[in-house]
């Protein structure tokens, strides 16, 4: 089984940074792809960044390229996402997801989800 805790999240200005961790336990040489997931009251759950394990390789949302960046420590099975220039419309509960497969940017072809932390950037 694999287990995923996220952290990090909190109450920001806009214009500030947070930096999120997602850091993977269990069976994680099953995994190949990472993703950082949100979901705004009333809203679906959106893609933001995916990386994979073994390469490195980068995929991200429109909405926050250029002021997010996702990067990972195999060493210690931890994903960050980097988050500079909040804007009020990222508030939202960040998610982080794993799978065996590849790139995806649908939530349900994610097989491992942790418990979200909650990220606000008031105005």
């Known amino acids: 089984q694999v287990q995923l805790v996220e952290s990090g999240g909190g109450l920001v200005q806009a214009g500030g940074s947070l930096r999120l961790s997602c850091a993977a336990s269990?069976?994680?040489?099953?995994?190949?792809?990472e993703g950082w997931f949100r979901q705004a009251p009333g809203k679906e759950r959106e893609f933001v960044a995916s990386?994979?394990?073994?390469?490195?390789?980068?995929y991200y949302a429109d909405s926050v390229k250029g002021r997010f960046t996702i990067s990972r420590d195999n060493a210690k099975n931890t994903v960050y996402l980097q988050m500079n220039s909040l804007k009020p419309e990222d508030t939202a509960v960040y998610y982080c997801?794993?799978?065996?497969?590849?790139?995806?940017?649908?939530?349900?072809?994610?097989?491992?989800w942790g418990q979200g932390t909650q990220v606000t950037v008031s105005s």
């Open positions: 990386i994979t394990w073994s390469a490195g390789i980068t």
């Open positions: 997801a794993a799978r065996p497969g590849g790139y995806n940017t649908v939530a349900g072809q994610y097989d491992y």
């Open positions: 269990g069976r994680t040489s099953s995994l190949n792809t």
